[in-house]
């Protein structure tokens, strides 16, 4: 009887692959405005002087926030498809890449995120991620379900193409345990 | 409250200092206001039927939102002049759910001169601290422990 790690042995073997064809730099929705960046720190109760005024720098734990495509834009197909109370958005750039021959889950987690910071982001800034290199795949089946540890590795650039940081990004994929057994 | 006209110096830390903790206590509403701030709209973030599908036992903090936690932690630490460099070891271990106060706490692990920054624009990239860093809630540990990695004036 097959292991069910044999399901991500295709997404194993491809460990080391750049998703992101040919340096192609994913771009957050928009450049970086006041509102913005008052609602990041506002939840926080963040009040550094550094991330008020016409001439704010971005908190650097926001990058990935600015980075961010959009969840839908104009002469996009529609991503509220269903009424049902808990559906999720067809599409979402929060999933992660999710190349062919991936198992597919119905849940994902962030584990674990490392970062160098190169350079400040500021008011007017457009953030966009270039590269998506799978460095880490490993199935696992944890206390909320069975799936695989994935690890990636991109950089974050401004809209002059400087990079202002390098990081490395941990998701676990998964099958809840509760999803899993009603599928036995 | 930070007072941010004080500056804290390289030269001024001793490893094994402690950061001043920050607690962020987790409401809904706090985890509402964080996924329309950070735009980490995952369900798992902010609802808890949704949540408690996928395994969790309640609705739970996202990843930028701890995040942000520890640069604040930080930053009130090192200050304005300061220059955050790095975050190593962020590992979310354990739920951080509605109804827990997470605690964000600090230690200066290290501090040395980095020999490669000599010259460098800005002399705080030079003088650095690592600083073990951690959350905890009502259960522990649930991030970390990791560290950041920073640059203070001399």
Not at chain 1, 10 to 15: D, H, I, L, Q, T
Request: hydrophobic letters at 40%; a negative charge.
């Amino acid at each position: 009887m097959p292991d069910w790690k044999d399901d991500w042995a295709p997404m194993v073997a491809r460990v080391g692959e750049d998703f992101a064809q040919d340096g192609e730099v994913r771009w957050g929705v928009d450049a970086i405005d006041a509102s913005a960046l008052r609602r990041y720190v506002e939840v926080l109760e963040f009040d550094c002087p550094l991330h008020q005024g016409t001439d704010a720098v971005a908190p650097a734990t926001s990058f990935a926030t600015f980075a961010l495509p959009a969840m839908w834009a104009p002469g996009e197909a529609p991503i509220f498809t269903s009424g049902a109370r808990d559906a999720e958005p067809e599409r979402s750039p929060l999933k992660g890449t999710r190349p062919q021959g991936m198992p597919p889950t119905s849940a994902y987690m962030a584990t674990d995120f490392e970062v160098d910071y190169i350079a400040d982001a500021r008011l007017g800034d457009r953030l966009g991620r270039r590269g998506n290199r799978l460095v880490q795949c490993e199935p696992k089946e944890t206390r909320v379900g069975r799936g695989a540890f994935t690890t990636w590795e991109y950089e974050v650039i401004n809209q002059r193409h400087e990079v202002l940081a390098r990081c490395r990004f941990s998701m676990f994929h998964y099958v809840p345990h509760a999803a899993a057994d009603r599928r036995a | 409250m930070v007072d941010w006209n004080e500056q804290r110096h390289w030269s001024d830390v001793r490893e094994g200092d402690a950061l001043a903790p920050v607690a962020f206590p987790l409401t809904v509403y706090r985890l509402v206001m964080a996924a329309g701030a950070n735009r980490d709209f995952n369900a798992i973030h902010h609802n808890t039927a949704h949540a408690q599908s996928t395994g969790a036992p309640e609705m739970y903090a996202n990843v930028m939102l701890l995040q942000g936690m520890w640069e604040r932690t930080a930053r009130e630490y090192i200050g304005t002049a300061g220059v955050l460099l790095a975050i190593r070891g962020f590992r979310m271990k354990a739920f951080n759910t509605a109804g827990d106060t997470v605690t964000v706490h600090g230690r200066i692990r290290r501090k040395w001169i980095e020999e490669a920054e000599k010259g460098a624009t800005d002399p705080a990239r030079r003088h650095r601290v690592e600083i073990e860093m951690w959350s905890d809630n009502g259960r522990g540990v649930s991030v970390g422990p990791g560290a950041i990695v920073a640059g203070l004036p001399f």
